[in-house]
T-cell receptor, first 111, second 112 residues
Framework: GEDVEQSLFLSVREGDSSVINCTYT??????LYWYKQEPGAGLQLLTY?????DMKQDQRLTVLLNKKDKHLSLRIADTQTGDSAIYFC???????????FGKGTRLHILP | GAVVSQHPSRVICKSGTSVKIECRSL??????MFWYRQFPKQSLMLMAT?????????EQGVEKDKFLINHASLTLSTLTVTSAHPEDSSFYIC????????FGPGTRLLVL
C-alpha cells in the first residue's frame, strides 16, 4: 500500500545545514513534495520534484531523489530560526490525485 | 495573499453538537476540494474529495453520515461534523484541486 515514512525529530544548530529524509513505498509515485507547517498554521508547499528528476535546487533548499531506493531528502542550507517548523514529505501519482503525507519531521533550531 | 480561507479557524463545542467548517477559494473556481484531517503528531489523512454539484467521495474508514460534505458552488465547500465527540477533535484542512497545491489555514476543532 501507499506509505511515506520520515523521522519525527531533527535538531540542528543555527547556520548549519538541515537534512530531512523520507522514504516512500509506491513506485508509481510521480510527484514528490515537501511542505512546511509553522505552529498553528496550515501547510505551505515548499517545493516538489518530478520522479524523472534526481535533484532540484531552489535558493537554500535542495531536494534529492533516489528513485531506485524510493528515498527523498530535503536539505536546508544555512538553517535559520525561522526554519523551525514541521516538514512533511508527501507523494502523489498524478498532480490532481490525492496526496499521501508522512507524519512530519519537527525541525528544532539550536542557538 | 491567501488563496484559500477557512472559517472558523478555531472552534470549541460540546459533545453531541454539530460543527460546520467552511472552505472558500478566494481567487479561483475549484470544482474539486480535498478535505484532510490531522491528528497531533500524526500525518495528514485525506478524508474525502468533494466535487461541485455532486456527491463527495469518502476514503475508507471515514463515516459519510458523520462528516457531511457539501460543495454547492465553485468557491465554497463545507464540512459538517455531526454529533461531534471528543475523538473528533482534530485539525481539519481543505485543499482545492489546483495545479499548485494550496491549503487552507486549517480549522482546529476541540470537542469537550
Amino acid at each position: 500500500g501507499e506509505d511515506v515514512e520520515q523521522s519525527l525529530f531533527l535538531s540542528v544548530r543555527e547556520g548549519d545545514s538541515s537534512v530531512i529524509n523520507c522514504t516512500y513505498t509506491d513506485s508509481s509515485s510521480t510527484y514528490l513534495y515537501w511542505y512546511k507547517q509553522e505552529p498553528g498554521a496550515g501547510l505551505q508547499l515548499l517545493t516538489y520534484i518530478f520522479s524523472n528528476m534526481d535533484m532540484k535546487q531552489d535558493q537554500r533548499l535542495t531536494v534529492l531523489l533516489n528513485k531506485k531506493d524510493k528515498h527523498l531528502s530535503l536539505r536546508i542550507a544555512d538553517t535559520q530560526t525561522g526554519d523551525s517548523a514541521i516538514y512533511f514529505c508527501a507523494e502523489s501519482i498524478r498532480r490532481d490525485d490525492k496526496i499521501i503525507f508522512g507524519k512530519g519531521t519537527r525541525l528544532h533550531i539550536l542557538p | 495573499g491567501a488563496v484559500v480561507s477557512q472559517h472558523p479557524s478555531r472552534v470549541i463545542c460540546k459533545s453531541g453538537t454539530s460543527v460546520k467548517i467552511e472552505c472558500r477559494s478566494l481567487d479561483f473556481q475549484a470544482t474539486t476540494m480535498f478535505w484532510y484531517r490531522q491528528f497531533p503528531k500524526q500525518s495528514l489523512m485525506l478524508m474525502a474529495t468533494s466535487n461541485e454539484g455532486s456527491k463527495a467521495t469518502y476514503e475508507q474508514g471515514v463515516e459519510k453520515d458523520k462528516f457531511l460534505i457539501n460543495h454547492a458552488s465553485l468557491t465554497l465547500s463545507t464540512l459538517t461534523v455531526t454529533s461531534a465527540h471528543p475523538e473528533d477533535s482534530s485539525f481539519y484542512i481543505c485543499s482545492p484541486d489546483r495545479e499548485t497545491q494550496y491549503f487552507g489555514p486549517g480549522t482546529r476543532l476541540l470537542v469537550l
